[in-house]
Nanobody, 123 residues
Framework: QVQLVESGGGLVQTGGSLRLSCAASGRTVSRFAMGWFRQAPGKEREFVAAIRWSSGSTYYGDSVKGRFTISREYVKNTVYLQMNNLKSDDTAAYYC????????????????WGQGTQVTVSS
């Protein structure tokens, strides 16, 4: 089992920044890829970003490219999502996920999910 705990969400104004954290514990997470997804009320879950723990390869959804950065910190078993130039459309619950799948832009690639952290961007 892998436990994931997100933190760092909150209320921010348009154009502001936030950094989300996802602390992983349990099984050796270095075997997995880690991803961030988000879901706004009434909308489908959307892929945000992913990183392969071992290689550091990163992947981003089109709507966040150039604004969000995913990174990992081995010592703390933590993955971060730095979000800059936030827009009202970024308002959503953000979920961290871990898994061994190939198609990291799909939720099917992930076996473990956190409880989510809310990000609200006000204009």
């Amino acid at each position: 089992q892998v436990q994931l705990v997100e933190s760092g969400g909150g209320l921010v104004q348009t154009g502001g920044s936030l950094r989300l954290s996802c602390a992983a514990s349990g099984r050796t997470v270095s075997r997995f890829a880690m991803g961030w997804f988000r879901q706004a009320p009434g909308k489908e879950r959307e892929f945000v970003a992913a990183i392969r723990w071992s290689s550091g390869s990163t992947y981003y959804g089109d709507s966040v490219k150039g604004r969000f950065t995913i990174s990992r910190e081995y010592v703390k078993n933590t993955v971060y999502l730095q979000m800059n130039n936030l827009k009202s459309d970024d308002t959503a619950a953000y979920y961290c996920a871990a898994g061994g799948g190939l198609r990291l832009w799909t939720s099917y690639a992930y076996d473990y999910w956190g409880q989510g952290t809310q990000v609200t961007v006000s204009s």
